[in-house]
C-alpha cells in the first residue's frame, strides 16, 4: 500500500540514551546532548518567537510527569489559559504538572507611588525572585520551567544587575536538587550572553524561511557542561506531536560488520556489466538524461532483492509511487507486488517540505527496520531539500558512509541537463559513489536509442564495454556490447559493424 513520508518518524535514537539522565521528553534530543540533562543542573532554551521553546519546554515537564517526578511550570509570560491551549492543540495531558501564572499585568498607580526608597522595577524584581524561590520551596520539583527570563531581564534593566539575579537564582535552585529550563528570546546588545554563561548547558532554536516551501527549524546545542554532545546544527520539526529533532548523522559512530555478498539485478546482461552485480554496503549512481531509464533499472534491483525476500525502500521524488508501479508493471517489472506484501516501500517526498536531516532520518529508520537496499530517487529532488547548495556534498558522504557502514547497498539517481552531446550535472557526486553507472541517448539507423556503460567501479572488476538498453513488455533489454559503433556516448556513433539486440538488422549504409 501506498504512504506518504511518515511524520513523526520513530527514532531509532532512542537506545543510545541513559537512565542516569533526564530525559528531554524530545524525541533526538538526548542523543544529541549525551543520553539526556544531567540532573540538578540550570540549561537555557532561547531563540525568536515561534521557534518551540515553549512547546519543548513542555515536553520535558510530560516527560516527567509520566515517571512519577514532580514538576512546576512558572509563567512570566504565558498565562495558564494560554498554556492549557497549547497543549491541548498538541494533544496533551498536563495532569501532575502545576502550573503557576507569574507574569505582572502592571501595577495601580497609588501603589507605584508608595514606592520612595526603591525603584518599582527593583521591588518587583526582588518579589519574582522570592515567589519563585518559594514555589520551589513548597512543590519541590524534580523538574522546573521557567518561561521566560525576558520578565527579569526587563525588570533588571542593566547586565550586571541582571547577571546577579541569575547567578542567585541558579544557585538556590540547584541547590534544592531541581533540574531547570529556563526560557528565553534572543536578546539585542551585549545582555544576549550574560544568561549563557551561568547555566550548564544552552540550546539555541533557529528557524529559516526560504524562498519557496515551508520553514526550516534546526537546533543547535551552544553549550553543554559535563557531558559531550553533538556540534552543529541539527534539523527539527514542529507536528502534531510536539517537537521532533534528526540528529546531525555522523557515520563514524553507526559502524558495524556486514557481508561484501553482491547485489543482482536479475538480468544476466546488466550483472555483467557490474562484473556481477554490485556490492551491499556501496553506494551506485545512475547518472544520465531524463528518461535514459535509471528510474527502472532501479527499481528492477529494488524488485529482485525483493523476490529473494530481502526489504528495500524508494524515495520518490520526481515520480508519483503510483506512476512507478504502473510502470514497471507495464514493463513486466512486478514491483506493485512486493509493495502489496509490504517488502518494498514507496515514499512520495515532496522536497519543499523537508529538511535533508529529516529525509536522511526517514532513511535510518527503514534501515533499522530491516531495509537492505535503498534508491534515492532522485539526487536533484533530494538538492531541493537543501537549503545551502554547498553542503550537499558534505551531507551525502555522511549519508552514503553510514548505509555503506550498515551493509546496505544504495542506488541514487542522477538527471543531467541535455539530451545529446555534452551533458552537465548539477553537482558532482561522482567521486562520492563507489559504482557510476552513464546512461546516454544515441541515434542509429534512424532511431533514437538508449546505452549504458560502467564508467567507474571502485570495489571490483567490471566491463569497459557499452550496451545497447531498451524496454519491452518482456522487461528490460540489455545487448550485446556495441562494438560495432564508435562514439556512443557523445549521442552521434559512426556505425562499422555489429553490436546490436540480437535479432536486429545493421542499419543501411
Not at 513542555?58 to 517526578?69: P, T, Y
Not at 513548597?138 to 547567578?167: C, H, K, M, N
Not at 534515492?376 to 557502514?405: C, K, Q, T, V, W
Not at 550498515?406 to 567521486?431: C, M, N, R, W
Request: proline letters at 4%.
Amino acid at each position: 500500500m501506498l504512504e506518504p513520508l511518515p511524520r513523526p518518524l520513530a527514532t531509532f535514537y532512542e537506545k543510545e540514551m541513559s537512565d542516569e539522565r533526564l530525559r528531554t521528553g524530545v524525541p533526538g534530543l538526548d542523543a544529541i546532548v549525551g543520553g539526556g540533562l544531567i540532573p540538578c543542573a540550570l540549561y537555557l532554551i532561547k531563540g525568536a518567537p515561534g521557534t518551540g521553546k515553549t512547546t519543548a519546554g513542555l515536553q520535558f515537564l510530560i516527560e516527567g510527569a509520566k515517571r512519577g517526578e514532580k514538576c512546576l511550570y512558572l509563567g512570566l509570560s504565558e498565562t495558564r489559559g494560554q498554556l492549557g491551549a497549547l497543549a491541548k492543540s498538541f494533544g496533551w495531558n498536563l495532569d501532575g504538572i502545576e502550573i503557576r501564572d507569574m507574569r505582572r499585568r502592571g501595577e495601580t498607580d497609588e501603589k507605584r507611588a508608595a514606592y520612595t526608597v526603591f525603584s518599582p522595577s527593583e521591588v518587583e524584581l526582588q518579589e519574582i525572585a522570592q515567589e519563585i524561590i518559594e514555589h520551589v520551596d513548597r512543590v519541590q520539583p524534580v523538574r522546573l520551567v521557567i518561561d521566560s527570563l525576558s520578565e527579569i531581564r526587563l525588570l533588571a534593566a542593566d547586565p550586571f544587575r541582571y547577571r546577579r539575579e541569575i547567578l542567585a537564582l541558579s544557585d538556590q535552585i540547584t541547590q534544592r536538587h531541581c533540574t531547570g529550563l529556563l526560557i528565553d528570546v534572543d536578546p539585542k546588545g551585549n545582555q544576549g550572553g550574560v544568561a549563557e554563561t551561568l547555566v550548564s548547558g544552552v540550546i539555541a532554536l533557529d528557524q529559516l524561511s526560504p524562498q519557496y516551501g515551508g520553514e526550516r527549524r534546526r537546533i543547535r546545542i551552544r553549550k553543554l557542561r559535563a557531558s559531550a554532545s553533538i556540534g552543529g546544527y541539527h534539523d527539527m520539526v514542529i507536528t502534531e506531536r510536539g517537537v521532533e529533532v534528526f540528529p546531525r548523522l555522523v557515520a563514524s559512530n553507526h559502524r558495524a560488520q556486514h557481508s561484501s555478498a553482491e547485489v543482482h539485478s536479475g538480468i544476466a546482461q546488466l550483472d555483467a556489466l557490474l562484473g556481477g552485480g554490485i556490492d551491499r554496503g556501496t553506494s551506485t549512481v545512475l547518472m544520465g538524461s531524463a528518461g535514459t531509464g535509471k528510474s527502472t533499472i532501479a527499481a528492477q534491483f529494488v524488485t529482485n532483492a525483493a523476490a529473494r525476500g530481502e526489504k528495500g525502500v524508494i524515495l520518490c521524488f520526481d515520480e508519483s509511487p503510483t506512476n512507478l508501479q504502473i510502470r514497471t508493471t507495464g514493463l513486466g517489472i512486478p514491483l506493485q507486488k512486493y509493495v502489496e506484501e509490504g517488502l518494498v516501500r514507496l515514499l512520495a517526498v515532496d522536497p519543499a517540505e523537508y529538511s535533508p536531516g529529516e529525509l536522511a532520518h526517514t532513511l535510518l529508520a527503514h534501515v533499522e527496520q530491516g531495509s537492505r537496499i535503498v534508491v534515492i530517487d532522485s539526487l536533484n529532488g533530494y538538492l531541493s531539500a537543501m537549503p545551502e547548495e554547498r553542503f550537499m556534498a558534505a551531507h551525502l558522504h555522511e549519508l552514503l558512509s553510514f548505509l555503506s557502514g550498515k551493509g546496505v547497498a544504495t542506488i541514487a539517481t542522477l538527471a543531467q541537463h541535455g539530451l545529446f552531446g555534452s551533458t552537465e550535472t548539477p553537482f558532482d557526486v561522482s567521486y562520492l559513489a563507489d559504482t557510476v553507472v552513464l546512461f546516454r541517448y544515441f541515434e542509429a539507423g534512424g532511431e533514437v536509442r538508449q546505452a549504458l556503460s560502467v564508467i567507474k567501479k571502485r570495489t571490483g572488476r567490471h566491463e569497459r564495454t557499452i550496451r545497447e538498453l531498451r524496454f519491452g513488455p518482456d522487461g528490460v533489454l540489455i545487448g550485446e556490447p556495441l562494438a560495432g559503433f564508435q562514439g556512443v556516448l557523445t549521442g552521434n556513433p559512426q556505425f562499422q559493424r555489429g553490436g546490436l539486440l540480437r535479432g536486429e538488422r545493421e542499419p543501411a549504409q
